[in-house]
């Protein structure tokens, strides 16, 4: 099954920073994209970013562009989403996902996900 577990999500101010972590349980990450997705109470889950299995290619919803970063390191079978600049609106629960390539089109399972809250 594959499947993540998040970590990294908190409490922060706006315009502080969190860098989240997603790692891989039960498979290789190597040969997959990963994809963040955020999901606030009463809204959809929504794509947040996506880089692809070598790391090359990334993408990034409109919302989150310029402030946030996606990595991954495959030596550690881990993936990264580096928030800076965070606003009230990115208050979410942030999950990670594997995509045979950057499609939204998620596979495997959901983790538990990692709240992050951005208030005063």
């Known amino acids: 099954q594959l499947q993540f577990v998040e970590s990294g999500g908190g409490l922060v101010q706006p315009g502080g920073s969190l860098r989240l972590s997603c790692a891989a349980s039960?498979?290789?990450?190597?040969?997959?994209?990963i994809a963040w997705f955020r999901q606030a109470p009463g809204k959809e889950r929504e794509g947040v970013s996506c880089?692809?299995?070598?790391?090359?290619?990334?993408n990034y919803a409109d919302s989150v562009k310029g402030r946030f970063t996606i990595s991954r390191d495959n030596a550690k079978n881990i993936g990264y989403l580096q928030m800076n600049s965070l606003k009230p609106e990115d208050t979410a629960v942030y999950y990670c996902?594997?995509?045979?390539?950057?499609?939204?089109?998620?596979?495997?399972?959901w983790g538990q996900g990692t709240q992050v809250t951005v208030s005063s």
């Open positions: 039960g498979f290789t990450l190597d040969y997959y994209a």
């Open positions: 996902a594997a995509e045979y390539r950057c499609s939204w089109g998620p596979i495997g399972s």
């Open positions: 880089i692809s299995s070598s790391g090359d290619s990334t």
